[in-house]
């Protein structure tokens, strides 16, 4: 599990390059970071959630992540992160959903 969470703060900061980013999501990079949603390790979901809400950025990712992400998901994920007091990435978690419910809603 650790090695999982080194090799996504890897190819999130890989992503700051704007070609590979576009490499990462022809690859399906948003679609194996929703997966990651369902672990239990904290400190993943943290990362996961940070690299998601920077991909959000692009409307074709946010369609992607609204078709990939199930309700009961961002559930368990909103649940790990309160019970172990990590409000800050509570903050980051809210702040992509609503990235994707202003920009698909409308």
């Known amino acids: 599990p650790h090695s999982i969470a080194v090799l ?22 948003v679609t194996m970071l929703v997966q990651l949603l369902d672990r239990d390790n904290v400190d993943l979901l943290i990362l996961v959630v940070s690299f998601l809400k920077k991909l959000s950025i692009f409307v074709e990712n946010k369609v992607e992540m609204v078709s990939t992400i199930a309700y009961h998901t961002v559930e368990l994920v909103l649940v790990h992160m309160l019970s172990h007091n990590f409000f800050i990435s509570v903050e980051q978690l809210y702040s992509l959903l609503r990235n994707l419910v202003l920009d698909l809603g409308s």
């Open 8 to 29: 996504t703060y890897l190819l999130l900061n890989l992503a700051e390059d704007a070609k590979v980013e576009m490499k990462m999501k022809n690859k399906k990079i």
